[in-house]
């Protein structure tokens, strides 16, 4: 067969790279950065490569499967969705509505079928109690978007390719490659920001690969972020250095947000946060002196006790220097297909909330750190079934041990994954669907979260395998199982646009968006048809002001003071009491942070060799000083033990990390029994979320605090003997005393 040239995007991580990949028939000669792209030029990191790995692995599943006990059998499509609608109908109807929980993880939002056809099957379902990865994420970001625009969608992106002076904290982009900032080559734009003369300064409690390359970097205690941004907004305040330029006259609530701040001048917090009065001082008039500047705040200031108040603070901090929605500051994307126009889902908060520990839900979704008690706590609600879907959250949530224990106890379990991992495991039920390169792909989200308007289409590179189905396929067929009555109405919806599958309701949405022709047979602008010609993708250039008209508060204004914020102060000021009294003390607790390397994707790409080799990666950076007074040496073990338990993991004395700190990467942990797989499960490592503790939430939102963990760390015996590390059961029993099972 002619060897072919197919231009796609990379879907694995945010970056969404264009990729050119050579094949000849079913197999994939090269793939390559796509230097035409307008977006990632040509850049690419080593996971796109993996796309053929997923491709190709053998443990990557095919048909869908029942468990018998410990055995798994393949069965047919039809036999499959019969019995998840019988399994999940049965417990409906025995528990009631909510008794069957839904997770939807990461890669959910990678794949457009999913993100156009899970909604609806969810919505069949009648379930509130929805949980996602999104409350282990960025959750505070849609928050606090939600209440200061009115839309959890609304949400600032840092305009790199503009800014002179950009301020980051909590977010490692070299290793990362950017989240809530699509920025393929983020490396490049960096250095270009310094080349011009512009200034970077990141805010982080290790001296990370993007910290090395800043001008400046500050060490900041975990935890301690939303006192340091308060000190620089109360120091622009009392220097007089505020401005709001254009959005002067459409904010409302600077008075009270200046009021706010008052309590946290540089000198108060400087202890807390390990940073100095006059460092905060300074770093305040540096950013407001310059010609535009962007403060950007991601994971470690999300997965936060104070995560809310550090993204309003941060939106802050750019509107009141005259940042936001300005030119080189924070600005908002204009994509293809709008997430913010008309129709969709403005987000809605505290309309319920959690039965056991009165969490509140947002836009629909109860947190995630909830989700094992209310399997566990018996009565009335409690969820009896679960689908996941694109999610790990066995590895990914807060105290995954007590979680597996949980899903031991459902009645039902269903799982749509690519993989028997440490999660789908405990499933009753697994139905794969097609992996990346066997589908069609258009991305929703990344292109609403970009540093540059663009839009791409990529066909399938392959054929479906015979008799697979697509993500949107599973979702629709489990959907009209589900059903009562169907309406007359959804009936002719279904039959134009539904059954055809994403890529007419792309055309529709495409047609319907900001730059789309409508459905006029001449009209200009963008139709899916015209966007397939275009194989790098379309560019629509940098990002332009458009407030106040996008503005979704009922005042039309921005909200700079929303009162659930303001009344969050007391908590902080007692966090500031609790660091200012209680200075670190050598042997800890140490606080235990994240963190990303670039060869992992969260929990599920360790199955591939080229990705796995080298040194082994699940380490524990410790400060010399601390490995010092342990009397810890590089390469030896270490015990790190939390309320909710203990792993062991092999240490990297590393001053990287600041003093009583301490740094272990998310998403290992593939010891785990009856999983299949192979190269993982030879080097396992240890998981990090068998030790973070879902009682730690950001209250406001929920969203689980999966940084700063209090931990203690005890030297491990060297007999050589630990070389995998190891979990243990909790010291305790986790959660409060309703817990059974
Ligand atoms: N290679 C790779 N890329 C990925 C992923 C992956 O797993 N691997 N995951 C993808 C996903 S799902 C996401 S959401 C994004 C996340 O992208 P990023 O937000 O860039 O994530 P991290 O690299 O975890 O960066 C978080 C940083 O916060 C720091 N930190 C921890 N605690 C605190 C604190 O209290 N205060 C401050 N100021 N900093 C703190 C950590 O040291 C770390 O450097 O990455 C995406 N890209
Ligand atoms: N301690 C700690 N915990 C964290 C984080 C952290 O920084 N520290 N990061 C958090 C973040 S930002 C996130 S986003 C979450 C991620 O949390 P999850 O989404 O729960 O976990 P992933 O590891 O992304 O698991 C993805 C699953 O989707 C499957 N999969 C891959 N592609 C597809 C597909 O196309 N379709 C289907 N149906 N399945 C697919 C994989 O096999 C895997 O089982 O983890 C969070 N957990
Ligand atoms: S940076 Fe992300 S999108 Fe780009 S190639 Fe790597 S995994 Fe794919
Ligand atoms: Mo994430």
């Known amino acids: 067969m002619a060897t072919r040239t197919h231009y796609r995007a990379c879907n694995l991580c945010e970056a969404i ?14 793939i390559r950065g796509d230097r035409e792209d307008p977006l990632s030029r040509g850049h690419i990191c080593p996971k796109a490569v993996a796309l053929q790995d997923i491709q ?10 029942r468990r018998q006990g410990k055995e798994w059998q393949e069965i047919s499509w039809n036999e499959a969705f019969d019995q998840t609608a019988q399994g999940l109908k049965g417990v409906q109807e025995r528990h009631g509505r909510d008794s069957v929980a839904v997770y939807a993880g990461n890669p959910t939002v990678h794949s457009y079928g999913s993100l156009l056809y899970g909604p609806a099957f969810v919505r069949t379902l009648g379930t509130r109690s929805r949980f996602s990865a999104t409350s282990v994420d960025q959750l505070p970001h849609q928050f606090v978007a939600h209440q200061m625009f009115g839309h959890q969608l609304l949400l600032p992106i840092p305009d790199l390719d503009r ?12 290793a990362s490659n950017g989240s809530l900032m699509t920025a393929p080559d983020v490396k490049k734009r960096l250095q270009a920001i310094r080349r011009s003369d512009g200034e970077i300064v990141v805010v982080d409690p290790r001296r990370t690969e993007t910290a090395k390359l800043a001008n400046h970097h500050f060490f900041i205690r975990p935890g301690a972020d939303a006192l340091f941004l308060a000190a620089l907004l109360h120091t622009l305040f009392t220097e007089g250095l505020t401005d709001l330029g254009h959005l002067e006259a459409h904010t409302a609530g600077l008075d009270s947000l200046q009021d706010w701040v008052s309590a946290f001048p540089p000198q108060r917090v400087a202890g807390a946060t390990g940073i100095d009065a006059e460092d905060i001082r300074q770093l305040a008039q540096r950013f407001a002196a310059a010609d535009s500047a962007a403060c950007y705040g991601r994971l470690g200031v999300s997965v936060h006790e104070f995560g809310s108040l550090c993204q309003w603070l941060i939106t802050a901090l750019n509107l009141v220097t005259g940042n936001l929605d300005s030119r080189g500051g924070a600005m908002f994307t204009l994509p293809a297909v709008d997430l913010v126009g008309a129709g969709r889902s403005r987000g809605h908060y505290g309309r319920w909330s959690s039965r056991v520990r009165d969490l509140p839900e947002f836009a629909g979704e109860l947190p995630v750190a909830v989700l094992a008690e209310e399997m566990l706590t018996e009565g009335p609600g409690q969820i009896k079934a679960l689908v996941t879907s694109a999610g790990n959250p066995v590895l990914s949530t807060p105290n995954g041990r007590q979680l597996e224990g949980a ?36 991305d929703l989200a990344f292109h609403a979260l970009s540093i540059r308007n663009t839009a791409k289409y990529s066909p399938p590179l392959f054929e479906p395998a015979e008799d697979a189905r697509h993500d949107w396929q599973i979702f629709y067929a489990l959907q009209q199982r589900l059903e009562n009555k169907v309406s007359p109405l959804t009936r002719v919806r279904r039959h134009f646009l539904e059954r055809r599958g994403p890529s007419t309701l792309l055309d529709h949405a495409l047609r319907r968006g900001p730059r789309g022709s409508g459905f006029r047979p001449f009209g200009k602008g963008l139709t899916l048809k015209r966007l397939k010609e275009q194989v790098h993708g379309v560019d629509f250039g940098f990002l332009e002001p458009c407030l106040p008209q996008r503005l979704a508060t009922k005042s039309r204004k921005i909200e700079l003071a929303p009162e659930v914020l303001l009344k969050d102060r007391d908590r902080l000021g007692d966090f500031l009491e609790a660091r200012s009294t209680s200075p670190q003390s050598e042997q800890g607790p140490f606080l235990l942070i994240g963190r990303r390397q670039v060869r992992s ?48 993991v092999p240490v990297e004395v590393s001053d990287e990390v600041m003093p009583g700190v301490v740094s272990l990467p998310h998403g ?20 990090l979320n068998d030790i973070t503790d879902e009682h730690r939430v950001d209250p406001l939102c929920g969203n689980a605090a999966l940084t700063g963990v209090p931990v203690d760390i005890e030297r491990m015996p060297q007999a050589g003997a630990v070389r995998t590390p190891l979990t243990e059961p909790p010291r305790q029993q986790s959660g409060t005393e309703t817990i059974s099972g």
């Open 17 to 30: 790279c264009g990729l050119v990949i050579e094949a000849d028939g079913d197999r994939i000669l090269s």
């Open 56 to 65: 190709n692995d053998p443990d990557r599943l095919k048909r869908p499967m």
């Open 163 to 174: 800014t002179d002076f950009l301020l980051i904290l909590g977010a490692n982009p070299l």
């Open 407 to 442: 899903l031991e106890g459902l009645e039902f379990m269903v799982s749509v994954d690519l993989y028997l991992n440490e999660t789908t495991r405990h499933a009753d039920l697994i139905l794969p669907p097609t992996p990346p390169l066997e589908r069609d792909h258009y």
């Open 601 to 648: 994707n969260n929990s599920w790409m360790h199955n591939y060799p080229r990705l796995m080799r080298g040194k082994a990666r699940c380490t524990l950076l410790i400060h010399p000083q601390d490995a010092e007074n342990l009397g810890l040496g590089g390469g030896e073990s270490a015990k790190v033990t939390s309320r909710t338990g203990s792993i062991v």
């Open 668 to 687: 290992w942990g593939h010891s785990r029994p009856e999983t299949r797989l192979q190269v993982a499960s030879k080097r396992p490592g240890a998981s």
